[in-house]
Each structure stands twice: as structure tokens, then as C-alpha cells.
């Protein structure tokens, strides 16, 4: 049953109920000195003291999945959380009050044994990691699918869409890619990859549903027929190139090119339909075939980056993540 919109919410703050396309704001820890706002009451530091250096982490907005911002800046693997907006904002804003308190409390401590005093300004390093731990404490760390399970899924997907063709041998059109969805999921904190159930094969292509939140049709979720939870978004997707790999002729489903084959005409990489589906939808399509993935990138306005012959390895989800938030360009 979906929570009560009018009690607090057990879950991390934010604006969705499981299950409905509700959105309304939590009221948990509001003003009992554990949330965002009771933690700027709690007692201040001894004077002089700082925080241990901020772990790594990446902060995204809940509702829009959208990068808010990464500490220490010249992190490569971050922890990665999912914060309400409001919250985020709340958090640094109690972080800057509370450290700008502490350095001059300092300031007036040595002063006396200091005549030129010293900077009442913020130090970096203090700020980040006072502002680093509120909005920790206000997050909820994302779990990612292991690297190594992601591409146990893939390798399965690309085993099936290999036995079609095998099967489809002498009528290739008749074969099915297959396709797997990337999905956030926003109450529970979880991306993971998800397996179609409607994936279809058209004109050598896969093809498959996608939901919406009602009221923007920019968030993609799930289609109908796998639930349609508006706090299970969808921020991309990978299918097969089995039927237009360059290295595969369908005809014997033997490795290498073939002078007869129309698969020799073909090119390696994201196909135009995949280019406009990542248009289209606003999400990052990814394509693998036999030795390469392959990724299209929306970029705003209305443009398509892509990445061809890629390696078949690394963390396709929080790879995906990056470029769908804007956390990397």
C-alpha cells in the first residue's frame, strides 16, 4: 500500500510515494536536531578543531536525477547519494553558518597570542568536509549492480540474441536483439539493470516500451506491463547488435566477414535509430556487439554525442549515470 501522503515519510525526504505518481514533501527530523536544520543547532567543534578530510562523494538530486555536486572535486570513484533538493541546499547552507562560526571563534581565541591575526574567511578543506557530512547524513547512499553482475546480464543478453540468430538463420528479419533497461530506483536508492519483457526486432533493430511520469514526459520509467512505478526511472538502456555486427554473418552465424552478405555493408557502432532513440527519449543508448560497446549521449539542446568500438568492460550503470545527470560531459 502506498504511504500516507499526510504523515511522515519512513523513507528518504522527497517526493515520491511507491507506487503513484504523487509527489509531496516528507516532514522526517524536521527541527528534532537530526535532520538538516537540527544539525546547524548541534554544539559547534572545540575551538581550533577540524573535521577529518571529506570522504569522496557525489551528491544527485532525487527528483530530478540531476549531478548537484562532487567532494573532493578531483575524486574518480565517489561515493554516490541521492539527495532532495531542498535538502541539499539546506545542508550546505548549515554547513557554511556552522564553519564560518567555528573559524571565528578561532580567530578571537589566538588572536591574543597573535597580533596579525588570522584569515576569518573559510578554509576549503574545513567547509567540505563539515558541508560533505550534513549532506551525507541528509543522502541516501545509491547501491549500483556490481560491474562483475552487469556484465553477467549482458553477456546473457547477447547469448540470446545470438541463439535467435542461429535459429533465424536463413530469415535473419525473423531474429530478436534483446534489450535491457537501466533503472534508478528513487525510494529505495538501487540502479540496476532491468531485462525487457516487449523487446521487439524491426527492420534489423530492437525495439521496446517506455512509461512516463504523468505530468513530465521527460522522466521515463518502466512500461505498463512491467509496473510503471513513477519512482522507478529509467535513464537509459543497452540492447544487442547481434543481427548488424560487422564481424558476424548471420547466414552461417560464423565469425568474419562474408562478400555475399548484406552484413558486410553495414558499419560498427550506434545505428541512426539508436542516435534518435537517445534524442527522442532523453536517455543514453548503449549498444554492444561482439567485440565493442558502443553509447549515444543526448546533449541539450537537440544534439547526439556518440562513442563507437568502446571496450566491452567497465561499469556501464554508473557510466551511464554520469553522462544522463550531467555529472560528466
Known amino acids: 500500500m502506498p504511504d500516507d501522503p499526510n504523515e511522515p515519510s519512513s523513507r528518504l525526504i522527497g517526493p515520491y510515494n511507491r507506487g503513484t505518481t504523487l509527489y509531496h514533501r516528507g516532514t522526517e527530523n524536521r527541527g528534532t536536531g537530526t535532520g538538516v536544520a537540527g544539525q546547524a ?106 560491474e562483475e553482475s552487469q556484465w553477467k546480464d549482458i553477456n546473457i543478453l547477447f547469448e540470446k540474441a545470438q541463439a535467435s540468430a542461429r535459429s533465424h538463420a536463413t530469415k535473419p528479419q525473423d531474429a530478436q536483439e534483446q534489450v535491457a533497461y537501466f533503472v534508478l530506483d528513487v525510494i529505495d536508492a538501487s540502479l540496476k539493470l532491468v531485462e525487457a519483457r516487449d523487446a521487439q526486432t524491426s527492420n534489423f533493430h530492437a525495439t521496446y516500451s517506455l512509461g512516463e511520469v504523468r505530468g513530465d514526459k521527460r522522466k521515463k520509467t518502466l512500461p505498463a506491463d512491467m509496473g510503471g512505478d513513477p519512482a522507478r526511472r529509467v535513464i537509459g538502456t543497452i540492447h544487442t547488435h547481434y543481427l548488424l555486427d560487422p564481424l558476424i554473418n548471420t547466414s552461417s552465424t560464423a565469425l568474419g566477414y562474408s562478400s555475399k552478405s548484406r552484413i558486410r555493408l553495414l558499419r560498427a557502432g ?37 562513442r563507437n568500438n568502446l571496450p566491452r568492460k567497465g561499469n556501464v550503470l554508473r557510466d551511464a549515470l554520469a553522462y544522463f545527470s550531467g555529472e560528466r560531459q
Open 41 to 146: 543547532r548541534q554544539a559547534r567543534p572545540p575551538v581550533g578543531a577540524k573535521r577529518k578530510p571529506a570522504a569522496p562523494a557525489a551528491f544527485f538530486d532525487r527528483e530530478e536525477i540531476r549531478h548537484l555536486g562532487s567532494w573532493p572535486h578531483q575524486s574518480e570513484v565517489p561515493a554516490v547519494y541521492l539527495i532532495d533538493k531542498a535538502s541539499y541546499v539546506a545542508a550546505r547552507q548549515a554547513a557554511r553558518s556552522r564553519t564560518q562560526a567555528t573559524s571565528s571563534d578561532y580567530a578571537v581565541a589566538i588572536r591574543g597570542r597573535n597580533e596579525t591575526g588570522v584569515a576569518t574567511g573559510l578554509l576549503t578543506q574545513d567547509f567540505d568536509a563539515t558541508m560533505v557530512h550534513d549532506l551525507v547524513a541528509a543522502s541516501k547512499r545509491l547501491s549500483i549492480q556490481t
Open 270 to 306: 550506434v545505428s541512426d535509430v539508436d542516435i534518435g532513440s537517445a534524442k527522442m527519449n532523453s536517455l543514453v543508448i548503449y549498444a554492444i556487439d561482439s567485440k565493442y560497446l558502443h553509447r549515444a549521449v543526448p546533449r541539450m539542446p537537440d544534439g547526439v554525442s556518440t
